[in-house]
């Protein structure tokens, strides 16, 4: 195939798919984007990475009314700059997604880049997620917080995601159907999880 | 790990999942169970094998509203054979299904076995999916339909196996996180896909 190997990672809070993404990019030798992605959507769009990182996954009401009322109070322009800031966050996103997978081959956590790269070729869209009680403990371990904490933080990140997944994209985050592959990374764990999309890559970049 | 390996695999229709499984049953040398399941849920109940086939996945209505109205119109003795009889084949089918994985392993297709097996060790339990249009080739090939009448046949599919497994588990049917590993049967095609859960199970056994 012509085109770079693209695998968008959608993962649970707390389910060690950032890690996972990290080391399948590694052992393929290919890029790996996930907060970076809010420094590169900062240059593009002007605003800084602190207040993306702040607003990116806090909006609410619906994407599609923002993006009327946008218009609807403007001369008719429709850019970035005149977009509610959430959305302007979004479109940046969307573009630095795109440019990116134009040039080389990538590992991309979050940011809905499935939806955003839908239909392209060579791109696999993978689901982490774990049961919440590994969840919890991973992120109790992580974060150095107690269980009532850990599950407060979860169950807020858990909306959150969800709020902005379907926000963007008007499908349920974590349907089985919207990826090639959803995997439960307490089965195996973080290594063999890995090690698994590792394969997977393989046996479709020889077909 | 002392108990049987059991891989059940939820499946969309036309998914090939039922290849798929019966694939990693003959591969990693265990019994395979689909519609095999009808005849030992026939021989438990009494009922007919033609008789269960036509009614397992077509009830209506909530499995507890059921089950109240068995309870309130009899004497209070409670069992199969005075349910309603979609509850009764159901139940008959888990006793069948939590027997077999008592005693050897298997792939089981279908029959919510990832619901009836919950918390049982030793057991991996799969959705496999692929995109409508591969869905509807494939239905048009293996029943020898037209285009229109696959896709009827594939809506009345999903909204009765999602119905089904809605009204015995409350769980949503095709929500990732109530499987192991999901996987799109036309990212590697059923032979890669079925020699990937045969790859997960051994790396699962070595554990």
Redesign the interface.
Known sequence: MSNPLIITIGR?FGSGGHEIGARVAKRLGIAFYDKELISLAAEKSGLSDEFIERHEQRSHGSFLAGLAASTTFTSGYFSPQNMPLSESIFISQAQVIRDLAEKESAVIVGRCADYILSGRENT?NI?I?APMEKRVQRVMEVYSLDEAEAMKKLSTSDKERGNHYFRYTDRKW????N??????SA??GLD?TAD?IV??AA??AR?
């Open positions: 649970e696999i689901f997620f974590g349907k089985a159907q990826y090639d592959l959803c995997i439960n089965l195996l063999k698994m394969d997977l046996i479709e077909d």
